[in-house]
């Protein structure tokens, strides 16, 4: 795990317009081992997404107790937007890992996923405000999940799981996502703050 003084060294980094210094990811064996983990999940669990979800959220957070496999210096991160970065992705489009990197007080639109999604917190403090689709078409605010280091959450397609995510102003977020699709086609919808739908 990376100590507190590591991550401070690289907040510090993103602070001063230095992301790129600062963070990034080591592809290892570690991530071989993650979606050897998750395929044979998604094989036991088949038409149970529930248990699926449980199990991937379990092993997430295990994994996740050491994340000094997600550090790299190199690569180049905009300071003003989020990273995304696909670690894997099953040849069959099953389900697909990826990092991202948050700089502090980013958000993201308001959308809706078309599969599964379990997502861990490496560093840093997320936000998931959810959202409810009312008949007439309009959003209104729901309950909010504040997701710290260490933490972790879960969602499925077609269950509510209309949401903004949001890394807190005072420091850079760090997290790991695994999706029940091809990282490519997480994205369902994109909704304005009206409901209105947009494109995705």
Known sequence: MASIVELEERQALIAAGHPDR?????????????????????????????????????????????????????????????RRDLLYEAADGSFSVGRFL????????????????????????????????????????????????????SSRAGTGDIHRMLARKASCAVSIHVYGCKFSDVIANRYAETGEILSV
């Open 102 to 153: 948050w700089p502090a007080g980013q958000t993201t639109s308001i959308h809706d996923h078309r599969a599964w999604c379990v997502m861990g917190c490496v560093c840093g403090t997320l936000e998931s405000q959810s959202y409810l689709r009312l008949t007439d078409g309009t959003l209104t605010a729901g309950s909010v999940d504040v997701i710290a280091g260490g933490d972790h959450l």
């Open 22 to 82: 600062a963070m990034g990811f080591r592809k290892s064996d570690i991530v071989s081992d993650i979606a050897r983990t998750v395929a044979e999940i998604v094989r036991s669990c088949a038409g149970d997404e529930v248990r699926l979800c449980a199990i991937v959220e379990r092993e997430l957070a295990h994994t996740l107790k050491d994340s000094s496999w997600i550090w790299r210096e190199g690569g180049e991160t905009a300071s003003t937007s989020y």
